[in-house]
Structures are given as structure tokens and as C-alpha cells.
């Protein structure tokens, strides 16, 4: 594997930065992934699931989103994703899918999102852009939840007495703070993530990951949630595209499978005819870093392939 960085500028004049991971030189390209990656965290976490992904011959792109990793900077400005920040971050997403696809003609571009990202995907899905996509995998997802109008009129009241870019640490402990009851004994306050302690150590001691976030980068938040399931929205969903839904049963912020499942049965309603579900006994949300992430990895390498065209598949993969 090869990796590159670089950022390209929005038209906003916001700089993204951007990890490309490629097979070796000489190898052939039979498809992207796209990575999009989750909330308090950064697109480099993902570079050992962009080596697997690699060796079997996808080139592989992911940008830190606005507030997060490299985009940010700096660990102060982590957490804060600007006005219109998920907007701005769903045409991040699509402004990178087209530079991969021209740097890589012909070939198909899946979109794997994980957490927030998957949020950021479910979006995508019924919005312009969406046929830039060849498939979406997501995990570490959930489907439609109560309370989030009340979370949205929180956290806007909270942001006009404290400022836009307040750290609400009322707000994420309203988020975060019962992710942790399901597991004892619970060592950190991210147990929740994986039950694999090295990973959650890692986790805690990168300065780009856990920060606390500002009262508009929830309101904002909340409000895409609020809209994800709505029946308007529903209405333009790219309903000729496959998805591949995938969690830990464990998974507190995909309500320990139920609402994957209800989010799975809810493509279906909506007439997508190729929806894919595996919940992982034990796991719980970060599956890329779990016990049996090589399982999972296997499972989403399986998937890929096959859903490529018949002529990606006819590229031999790196170390084949």
C-alpha cells in the first residue's frame, strides 16, 4: 500500500485534507472506497481497514471532515464544523468522490460511512450526488429515534445564551452519557466503543479524537437527524442502489440492533430492492476495531466484491 495526503479547497475556500491509500504500483484498480468517518474522530483510524481494502484492489480515499483531524489543525478548533457545517460536509464528501473518480476512470466508487459519517450518508442518499455512488456501506448506524426536536429546541436555546461556539458539555453528556450502562466493569468513559481495550486506549490518548462539541455543530446535528426519516425526505431515496448495513448487537448508539433493523426494514419499505444487515454477537460500535475485526473486514471485502461490475472484477487485485 501507498500513502498519499493532500487537500483540496471548497468552494467556500475551506481546506479538507485528504488520505488517499493506493494498491502498489502496478497493481490494477477494481474499485474506490470512499470513507467517511465518524463524529470526534479522524479518517487516519481507518488506515489498517485502507491497507486490507488495498491489498484487494480498491484505491482508497477519506478527508478529515470539517472540525475534525488535519481539516481542523488545531486541537482548540476541534469540534466546531462551521455554519452549515453537515451541509458543507455532505458537498466535502461528494467534491472528494469526484477527484477519485478522476483519478481512477471507469471504476465504481462505494461510499463506506461509519457513525456520524453514516448520518452524513443517509443523507446523501436522498439528495443530488447521490449518483456518484455505486453503493453505500454503513455502520455503526441507527434508524429513526424520538426526541430529537427537543435535542434541536436544547440545543438552539443553549446556543443563544453561550454562542454558537460554546462547548456544551451538557449537550454531549446528553449524548454520550449512557453509552457506557450496558458494560461493567467499564474502565474509561469510552468502553462503549470497543471492547477491545488496546483500541480504546488508542482512541484516548490521540489529541484528534473525543472532543467536545460546540452548541451549533449539535443543533446542526440534531436537526440532519430530525430530517433523516422524514417523508419528504424519503421520497427522493436512491432506491436503485445497494446498501450493506452492519453493527454490534452491543452497540449503544445503534440501540443494540434495533434500530439498524428498523432502518434496514425502512430501505425496504421504501422499495430498495438490495438491502444487506449483519449484527455482530458482542460487538459493539466501532466493529473496525473490535475482536473480530478481521472477520468484519472479510464480511465488507465479500460485499464489495460482490457488488463491483463485471468488468472491475476482472482486475486482479493486488496480492492475488
Not at 153 to 159: E, G, N, P, R, Y
Request: net charge negative.
Amino acid at each position: 500500500m501507498t500513502e498519499n495526503t493532500f487537500t483540496m479547497t471548497d468552494p467556500v475556500g475551506v481546506r479538507i485534507h485528504v488520505y488517499e491509500w493506493l494498491p502498489e504500483a502496478g497493481n490494477g484498480v477494481r474499485g474506490i472506497v470512499q470513507i467517511s468517518h465518524g463524529m470526534c474522530e479522524t479518517a487516519a483510524r481507518y488506515a489498517r481497514f485502507a491497507s486490507a481494502l488495498t491489498q484487494a484492489g480498491y484505491a482508497v480515499y477519506a478527508n478529515d471532515h470539517r472540525g475534525h483531524g488535519l481539516t481542523a489543525g488545531k486541537v482548540n478548533l476541534l469540534g466546531d464544523c462551521g455554519e452549515n457545517g453537515f451541509t458543507w460536509m455532505r458537498r466535502n464528501l461528494l467534491q472528494l468522490a469526484g477527484i477519485a473518480r478522476s483519478r481512477h476512470e471507469g471504476v465504481p466508487v462505494f461510499l463506506f460511512a461509519h457513525s456520524m459519517g453514516s448520518f452524513l450518508a443517509q443523507k446523501l442518499m436522498c439528495e443530488e450526488g447521490h449518483e456518484m455512488y455505486s453503493g453505500f456501506i454503513l455502520s455503526g448506524t441507527n434508524g429513526p429515534r424520538s426526541m430529537l426536536r427537543m435535542a434541536e429546541s436544547l440545543s438552539a436555546l443553549q446556543l443563544r445564551l453561550q454562542g454558537d461556539r460554546h462547548r456544551s458539555v451538557l449537550l454531549n453528556g446528553m449524548v454520550f452519557s449512557t453509552y457506557n450502562r450496558a458494560f461493567s466493569p467499564v474502565r474509561t468513559a469510552f468502553d462503549w466503543l470497543s471492547s477491545d481495550p488496546d483500541e480504546v486506549d488508542r482512541f484516548i490518548a490521540d489529541p484528534f479524537c473525543g472532543a467536545i462539541c460546540t452548541t451549533r455543530f449539535f443543533r446542526d446535528f440534531f436537526h440532519m437527524l430530525r430530517e433523516l426519516h422524514t417523508k419528504s425526505t424519503l421520497r427522493s431515496l436512491c432506491s436503485d442502489k445497494p446498501v450493506y448495513l452492519f453493527a454490534g448487537e452491543k452497540d449503544p448508539v445503534g440501540m443494540n440492533g434495533q434500530g439498524v433493523k428498523r432502518l434496514a426494514d425502512l430501505y425496504r419499505e421504501q422499495g430498495l430492492q438490495d438491502v444487506e444487515l449483519k449484527l455482530y454477537p458482542g460487538g459493539r460500535h466501532e466493529m473496525l476495531n473490535e475482536v473480530n475485526r478481521d472477520e468484519v473486514t472479510a464480511d465488507v471485502l465479500d460485499w464489495l466484491a460482490r457488488h463491483l461490475p463485471a468488468e472491475s472484477m476482472r482486475l486482479e487485485p493486488a496480492g492475488d
